[in-house]
């Protein structure tokens, strides 16, 4: 068992802490670098964008033909914690949610004649799309709850009903949407692509929420008959299920790469201070309370990384690692806030100002233990396994050399 990083990918993360100390760290001090909701501003966003293209730091879970890094599932853990360390680092390099999530949904199913049009936009970051489950009475964690419905028409399908906390979908012009096609259990779900210019569907609101935002925000829709095409379908009628599942699985778990990186943050962050910072005639670096909070949260992110790891190198080997990223999507959501609560706690004051990123990343934080199945769900799933599997639950792979 081998935890040490192969050359090529020690480098690679060599090079984006370069460019993430050296160009984006920098920039979160200024507040020009804002836009109106904390999410980079447009224009630089842009600069950089180039920038990272540039360093070779882009798109780096596509393949190589198309523009990306063609990086594994274990590599892109690797290089999301390391951009992460910035709050632009993501976004930077196109590897943020939605359009990370996307992206590598679409590379899997879609038929080749089909990614021209659908998918490389996205690679390219000439476009943001969106991807429209989640409803006001209904799905969120339990996509069975999905009330939306397609209907039928020739060689189209006709959209009626209500989405909301549609990540980007503000500045989004592709779109999955999940829609509920007949009653069945299992396959009453069907997915299907739109353009934004498409008529029939409109924003309602852009929801305020608690944290920072991503450009295009969290968006309620309303779809008043929308017409799509059937040859903008994905997998088969009734395969919605699976291509949420598709999607879901791959995408919790690089949130829980992104998030690691905050986490890392924070507590640099918050090491810097109370290595610097006296109190009552010492440091508070050398106070037994402080090194308990440090080394508690640094232990939670370390436990975090070895599940991460373990589910990345499960999604590599062909599975579809259903107990590993449920595993990792609640601890490193706790880790996360464990330590962005630690770093600003030390801090103090000056945590809770604006000084640091440290109160955009506490605020930032809180969503994490919602997004993508709470982590109640994922418990819940966890102790089905449990359940099932007995002994079996905490078997070991086994590996056939030769």
């Not at 050296?22 to 909701?37: C, G, K, Q, T, V």
């Not at 739109?194 to 029939?200: E, H, L, N, Q, V």
């Not at 949130?255 to 201070?273: F, K, N």
Request: with cysteine; net charge neutral; glycine share 10%.
């Amino acid at each position: 068992m081998d935890f040490a990083l192969p050359p090529d990918l020690g480098e690679l993360k060599a090079r984006i802490a370069r460019f993430v100390d050296d160009r984006l760290i920098p920039l979160e001090a200024d507040a020009a670098s804002y836009d109106a909701h904390e999410a980079i501003a447009p224009a630089l966003l842009a600069q950089l964008r180039e920038e990272a293209k540039r360093e070779g730091l882009w798109a780096l879970a596509m393949p190589r033909a198309r523009g990306g890094g063609g990086l594994s599932r274990v590599g892109m853990a690797v290089a999301y914690e390391e951009m992460n360390r910035s709050i632009f680092g993501p976004v930077v390099c196109n590897a943020a949610a939605p359009d990370d999530g996307n992206m590598l949904l679409l590379e899997r199913i879609l038929p080749e004649p089909m990614k021209e049009r659908w998918l490389q936009p996205i690679i390219d970051g000439r476009v943001q799309s969106a991807f429209a489950m989640t409803e006001p009475d209904g799905c969120g964690s339990d996509p069975s709850l999905t009330y939306t419905r397609a209907e039928r028409e020739g060689d189209a399908w006709r959209i009626t009903g209500r989405k909301w906390f549609i990540t980007g979908a503000g500045k989004a012009s592709i779109f999955i949407l999940i829609a509920r096609t007949s009653d069945e259990d299992r396959k009453g779900l069907t997915a299907f692509l739109f353009d934004a210019d498409s008529p029939g569907w409109r924003i309602l609101r852009r929801i305020p929420i608690m944290g920072p935002e991503e450009h295009g925000g969290h968006c309620e829709l309303v779809f008043e008959g929308l017409l799509i095409p059937d040859s903008q379908r994905l997998l088969g009628v009734g395969d919605g299920l699976r291509v949420t599942q598709i999607r879901l699985g791959t995408a919790r778990l690089t949130h829980c790469m992104r998030w690691l990186g905050l986490a890392r943050r924070c507590l640099e962050i918050a090491t810097d201070h109370v290595a610097r910072r006296r109190s009552f005639g010492m440091l508070l670096i050398d106070r037994e309370s402080v090194q308990g909070m440090l080394a508690q949260a640094a232990l939670e992110i370390e436990i975090g990384r070895l599940l991460v790891m373990r589910a990345a190198w499960a999604l590599d080997q062909g599975s579809f690692a259903r107990k590993e990223i449920s595993m990792a999507k609640v601890v490193v959501a706790d880790a996360l806030h464990r330590a962005a609560d630690t770093a600003l706690q030390l801090l103090g004051a000056k945590g809770y100002s604006k000084d640091t990123p440290v109160e955009w990343i506490y605020r930032y934080a809180r969503q994490a233990r919602l997004v993508d199945g709470a982590s109640e769900v994922h418990r819940m799933v966890l102790a089905g396994m449990l359940r099932r599997e007995g002994r079996d639950f905490f078997a070991w792979g086994t590996r056939r050399d030769g």
